[in-house]
């Protein structure tokens, strides 16, 4: 069995629309802050597109999960 961290990070346009950037294995010590920095950051540059449309994006959620890989028998 082996765990692994993931960093979720969800923009979304002003209709609602989401798009989902999924990160593995982030750095143990990693802030809301940072996050939201990165973010941020790419929606400045108009990187994230949601819809396809790259216009009136914002953050809209952030989170790290765990999952666990069990090999099978």
């Not at 999924?22 to 929606?43: C, F, G």
């Not at 952030?62 to 090999?71: D, L, V």
């Amino acid at each position: 069995m082996s765990m692994t961290n993931v960093l979720k990070m969800v923009f979304a346009n002003s209709v609602g629309k989401k798009t989902t950037w999924t990160l593995a294995d982030p750095k143990e010590d990693l802030t809301k802050v940072q996050v939201a920095t990165v973010m941020n950051s790419a929606i400045a540059k108009s990187i994230p597109v949601v819809n396809n449309d790259p216009d009136n994006v914002e953050i809209d959620d952030a989170w790290i999960y765990q999952t666990e890989k069990i090999e099978l028998a």
